[in-house]
């Protein structure tokens, strides 16, 4: 077996938190992803910072591989051991080790789930405002710079993120950034590890910032003749000034599935879901102000959501989306896919990417955070039919060239990993080969999270 020497020293180090079993290693050879399964050779389950930092040394060593896991939810393929070695499952490591409710900010270690956390600090008055959907890993969030269905208002990981402590590919931990709200102390290295994709270091804890609960929430949903007209209403909703705090879109395609999925009964049409936060006062004149905006545009069947079980059962069927798509088509897999453009130019994108898919025969219903112009295409295929796969494929990159034609990214939120290294070159330029030297200055050896995100890694 490849690594063996590696092997048999991180045996002695973790006992039995390491295993070399059949069925863990396939559950740790997937993601949420197409991408065939890449077992590693073993998994490791550390419990500690000393346990990570000597694991990477013994690794560094003997030239073995190293890919951090969460929860496994990536969408890239960020946490595929693709040229095999050791994954390292952070599970184990799922504390909270402060809560500082004056400075509103708690440190925790990776393997702590955001909804873990937040019914940690339920109590406390405040809460953790990144939501990507799933219930993923905080270092798993960390490390692909995650946003979600509110970073609209309150910003993606690489906003919520105060400081870390980093395990570098030759065993050394780092901490990075303070608890200060801000500083002008040299290189920005928390940055630099939010959204490094585990390519640079293992992170093993956490300094977070979090928010007050708000006094009331209110949410709506309202219906559309076209998407023009409804990312209007949003363009015209934010160009006011208006908080909010979530606003969500689902094509005509999107709602159908949900209603099948859900047993719901929107119209059929492009819809907003909205979400304001704040004081009774402000979200009730927060409302009034997007229900002109709505009518304007033409938004019909516009129904409020206040009560908490109502709130949920809308936000639960977004997030639920993604299986109500692939229940359209039973037996199905997907290239899930995002991008992200201007908000002026949105519509134009969203618009564009489904003639595509219709002119391509893909199925691909398409949702997604129209606040921050991030939007998502569920593209189908049969296993059983490569050709539907090719295609599927092939329109994802073209929405990526779309994107980059109009100022936009190739993802605004799912990362790079495997499936979009090859867009980075005509995104970032010169600055791709920037981020390969630096790469090779923190792990000279290539064993972080090799064959993702910077070119010539591994």
């Known amino acids: 077996m490849a690594y063996d020497a590696a092997l048999k020293e991180l045996s002695a180090l973790l006992g039995d938190a390491l295993t070399l079993s059949k ?51 990536s969408l890239e393929g960020q946490s595929q051991a693709v040229r095999g070695g050791v994954v390292v499952d952070f599970s184990r490591m799922n504390r909270v080790l402060e809560v500082n ?55 993606t990981m690489r906003d919520n993120v105060l400081g870390l402590e980093v395990v570098l590919a030759d065993g050394r931990v780092i901490r990075t950034g303070t608890r200060a709200r801000k500083s002008a102390a040299g290189y920005d290295l928390t940055g630099l590890f939010v959204g490094a994709e585990g390519t640079l270091g293992l992170i093993t804890e956490l300094t977070l910032r979090l928010r007050g609960q708000p006094e009331a929430i209110s949410a709506a949903v309202c219906a559309f003749d076209t998407i023009g007209d409804a990312v209007q209403a949003v363009i015209d909703t934010i160009q006011m000034g208006i908080p909010m705090a979530r606003i969500e879109f689902l094509d005509t395609a999107s709602v159908r599935a949900v209603n099948a999925y859900a047993g719901m009964h929107f119209p059929e049409k492009p819809h907003l879901l909205v979400e304001f936060h704040g004081s009774d006062s402000g979200v009730a004149e927060q409302a009034e102000v997007f229900g002109g905006i709505v009518a304007d545009h033409g938004g019909a069947d516009f129904a409020w959501a206040q ?29 899930v896919t995002d991008v992200c453009v201007p908000i002026s130019r949105l519509a134009e994108a969203v618009e564009g990417t489904i003639a595509d898919l219709e002119a391509h025969d893909v199925t691909g219903p398409i ?18 039919d490569p050709a539907e796969e090719v295609r599927a494929t092939a329109a994802a990159g073209r929405m990526v060239e779309r994107a980059l034609a109009l100022g936009g990214t190739c993802t605004g939120e799912h990362g790079i990993g495997l499936g979009k290294r090859g867009y980075m070159e005509r995104e970032h330029g010169e600055g791709w080969q920037v981020m390969a030297t630096l790469k090779a200055a923190l792990d000279p050896g290539g064993i972080m999270n090799p064959g993702k995100l910077v070119p010539g890694n591994g």
């Open 23 to 73: 069925p863990e290693l396939d559950q740790h050879a997937r993601s949420e992803s197409h991408f065939p399964p890449t077992p590693p050779e073993a998994v490791a389950y550390p419990t500690s910072t000393e346990e990570v930092a000597a694991l990477v040394r013994i690794c560094a060593a003997h030239g073995c591989p190293v890919t951090g896991w969460g929860t496994g939810t």
């Open 101 to 155: 409710h004056a400075d509103m900010d708690v440190r925790i270690q990776p393997g702590l789930t955001r909804e873990e956390l937040n019914a940690e600090l339920r109590a406390t008055g405040l809460f953790f405002p990144v939501d990507p959907g799933a219930n993923a890993s905080l270092g798993g969030m960390a490390a692909t710079r995650a946003s979600g269905t509110t970073a609209v208002r309150y910003g």
């Open 307 to 335: 009560k908490p079980e109502d709130r949920s059962a809308l936000w639960t069927m977004r997030h639920n989306a993604f299986y109500a798509i692939l229940a359209l088509r039973p037996g199905c897999r997907s290239v």
């Open 367 to 384: 949702l997604g955070h129209v606040g921050d112009g991030n939007f998502h295409a569920i593209l189908m295929f049969a296993p059983e």
